[in-house]
């Protein structure tokens, strides 16, 4: 039994699983407790899965492993994939996180009629994991305008239902799971986020990443790429807004035209 409590949690350890289940054999029986335990359904190497629950008894189990958080990783300057494939005793086969979507998935976020808006569409959750989206609101309000008339973008806006709502674009705060999120990424060209957990679902489904993120959190999540498409961005200071917006439109524009190439066959230059 694995137990990982957060969605950064759950979505990073699951390279780690899997390469647990390399070890062990495919007769091995994995089961995940976490309350995003619904991102590992149809996953082929996890038998069960469900919301932690502390009146589990462990002897059910050979082994369980309650794998440590983030904060801890950020502690001790480690990558959060590794640190938990250490936890699992396991060397990693493939360090990029991998969400089983499937057409039931597609299906499910049809509601919102994406299919429906104009490309290049554009995700952002600027803000961070347990706190106030703060200063930071004067970046994601300026990005969200910026996505629309300089890009000629649909700007999809995501996030927790606490997060305040820009007008214009495609409004689905407070309404996805984490699975329909993943599901609404992996249709979008890019996302643009703070240090949150939507930076680890974009992963999981391959879509582009452009982090607005604090001096700490660099090293740690510069090096969280994992094959995907990772542009880092220094957001401090207030003092440094501009430059900020700058960069991740700028940044933005080339992920986004690079997209628009690839999926007519060309190869961008």
Sequence with gaps: MVIADGLSEAVCAEPAIRSLKSRFGMRSRITVCSDQGDLFRNHPAVERYGCAD??????????????????????????????YAEQLGVQLVDRRPWICLDSFDTAEIRRFRLEETRRPRVAVAVGEDESEIGWKWKIRKEIHRR?????????????????????????????LTCRETAAVLMDCDVL????????????????PVIAILDPGRLPYRMDAAWGTAFEAIDGDTESRTDRCIHRVIQTA?????????????????
């Design 253 to 269: 524009t080339l992920y986004c035209r690079r997209n628009r190439q690839l999926s007519r066959g060309i190869e961008p230059a």
């Design 192 to 207: 643009i986020c703070g240090d949150n957990g939507y930076l680890d679902l974009a992963a999981g489904v391959q879509t």
């Design 147 to 175: 996505i629309m008339t300089e890009l000629g973008a649909t700007a999809i806006q995501i996030g927790p239902e606490s997060w305040p709502i820009l007008d214009g674009g495609v409004n689905l705060v407070g309404r």
């Design 54 to 83: 502390p009146r589990i008894d462990p002897s059910e189990f050979d082994q369980t492993f309650r794998l440590k958080g983030q904060q801890e990783a950020y502690d001790q300057d480690r990558n959060l994939v590794e640190y």
